[in-house]
């Protein structure tokens, strides 16, 4: 079932400055979608149009049907930001209880069994500055899933940490995934991430962004040497192709 | 060595220090008084000192509990309605550049001369500064985290309370120091100007009675409430954005 159609999407800054132009695609419920595409053509504004926190574009976006902003409005949308956004000054649990805390709910059981799930639960107490990047990262994935959202829009939020760390969270998401089911949206310029963590892969062009290829990922396994297999490497190649022959 | 004991130490060298050169020199208690002198118009006109001590104390902290608590309804305002910027900041800079030792006889003929007047003073010293800097916290404010309760569809009071307020605390503390010297400052020359009662009409008449050991007892205890207000407010900062500095420093 479609749960996001985007048609003709269009985003203009300046009189000559497209971001995006003409862009459309949509995305199955239940989909882990990846965008990927050359620095500045408008991956993350394409995130925030659908997150209904940057408004004045031209085209339609629906999700289930409601404009963006209706469905933030309605808190079906959980978010992930590329810097960190934790609170300093709260802990863990705070921090995942933020969501909730401002729609004026208090399942902290919900927290718990998030944590558990992520195998977190030893760290609720602790403060964000203790915490790796890779953690703090993993932790907002978690609060992002507190108001049980519709879709997860995730904008490149592994992309400052090492490749060891970055690997571990990539399991952690798929299993949130698994078990969610929900449908994710993943930004990001790591054709390995894409790979790994997709189902589905949306090529986008330069400035200004449109869909080049989508390109459907079938991996028969998500197993630590998965990413060193013939099967892999080839999804990554033509994914780089699409994206070397850009201009 | 404890830092309080050093300061301690240095505080008792300098008065000593003066003690020795007056002495010395043989100065005259009207041009400078020695310690001693001091402390004996402390003791002799205690009575009028802490009633005049009271008065201007009240004054500044009114000026300015007032200066702040406006600066940070309108740096929020400002964070709300950005072009506001542009009507707030100069009227704050045409303020700012006004000397109050010149306006302080019309704040006599507007506010009269009892205790208005000397608040509204303290409040002009104090504004501009607590101003820029409670702004500048709102300013530094991270967009991300905006847009994030901006998903989380949170209402103004709630952006206020949670993400807001937190986020300025140590830009406010900052308006909060600066501001203290400040009121004490503003306070005063109020009461230069058109008063009969506090510190600053008791340095006054005093200098005109040539009672200058009064006059810098006087001084003393303003400067002694200006620096023990800064290390109040410093304490309660320590106290609540001590994890904050901590992650500063790594």
Request: glycine share 4%; with cysteine; aromatic share 10%.
């Amino acid at each position: 079932m479609k749960i996001i159609d985007v048609q003709s999407v269009t985003k203009q800054y300046q009189k000559d400055f497209y971001a995006l132009r003409d862009l459309s695609f949509s995305v199955e419920e239940g989909d882990f979608v990846s965008i990927v595409g050359p620095f500045g053509c408008g991956k993350s504004t394409l995130l925030e149009i659908m997150a209904g926190i940057r408004e004045n574009y031209s085209g339609i976006i629906k999700i289930r049907g409601q404009s963006p902003e209706y469905a933030r409005l309605n808190r079906k949308i959980g978010y992930v930001f590329q810097r960190k956004t934790l609170l300093p000054w709260r802990n863990v649990i705070q921090n995942i209880m933020l969501p909730q805390e401002i729609a004026g709910l208090k399942d902290e059981k919900k927290a718990y069994d998030l944590l558990e799930m992520t195998g977190l639960k030893n760290i609720v107490k602790k403060m964000p500055h203790e915490l790796s990047e890779g953690m703090q990262q993993l932790i907002s994935v978690v609060r992002s899933l507190m108001l049980d959202p519709d879709i997860f829009l995730l904008d490149e939020p592994f992309s400052s940490i090492d490749e060891i760390n970055r690997a571990k969270m990539h399991v952690h998401l798929l299993k949130i995934h698994k078990q969610t089911n929900k449908t994710f949206i993943l930004v990001t310029h790591s054709l390995s991430e894409a790979v790994f963590l997709s189902n589905k892969i949306i090529v986008l062009t330069s400035r200004p962004g449109k869909v080049k290829k989508i390109v459907d990922i079938n991996l028969s396994n998500h197993g630590e040497d998965i990413v060193f297999s013939k099967e892999f490497l080839n999804y990554v190649k033509i994914v780089k192709a699409e994206l070397v022959n850009n201009e | 060595m404890n830092k309080i004991i050093i300061k301690i130490i240095v505080i008792v060298a300098i008065i000593a220090s003066w003690q020795i050169i007056v002495t010395i020199l043989d100065t005259p208690t009207y041009i400078f008084p020695a310690p001693v002198k001091v402390f004996d118009a402390l003791i002799k006109y205690r009575q009028i000192i802490y009633i005049s001590a009271v008065i201007t104390i009240t004054e500044a902290f009114l000026g300015f509990l007032i200066a702040n608590l406006v600066s940070v309804i309108i740096a929020l305002l400002i964070s709300f309605y950005k072009n506001l910027e542009n009507v707030i900041i100069p009227v704050a800079i045409v303020i700012k550049t006004m000397p109050v030792i010149a306006i302080a006889p019309l704040l006599v003929i507007w506010f009269g001369s009892g205790i208005s007047s000397k608040v509204v003073a303290a409040i002009l010293v104090c504004f501009f500064p607590a101003l820029v800097n409670v702004l500048r916290g709102v300013k530094s404010l991270n967009i991300e985290l905006y847009w994030l309760f901006k998903v989380y569809s949170a209402n103004r009071l709630q952006l206020i309370k949670k993400l807001i307020f937190p986020s300025i605390l140590p830009y406010l503390f900052a308006a909060l120091k600066t501001s203290s010297s400040l009121a004490v400052v503003g306070a005063l020359v109020g009461e230069f100007i058109g008063s009969n009662k506090g510190l600053g009409f008791l340095i006054m008449s005093n200098y005109y009675n040539m009672n200058i050991p009064l006059v810098f007892a006087a001084i003393a205890i303003s400067s002694i409430f200006g620096i023990s207000f800064y290390y109040v407010i410093h304490f309660f900062e320590k106290k609540m954005i001590f994890d904050r500095e901590k992650i500063e420093e790594g």
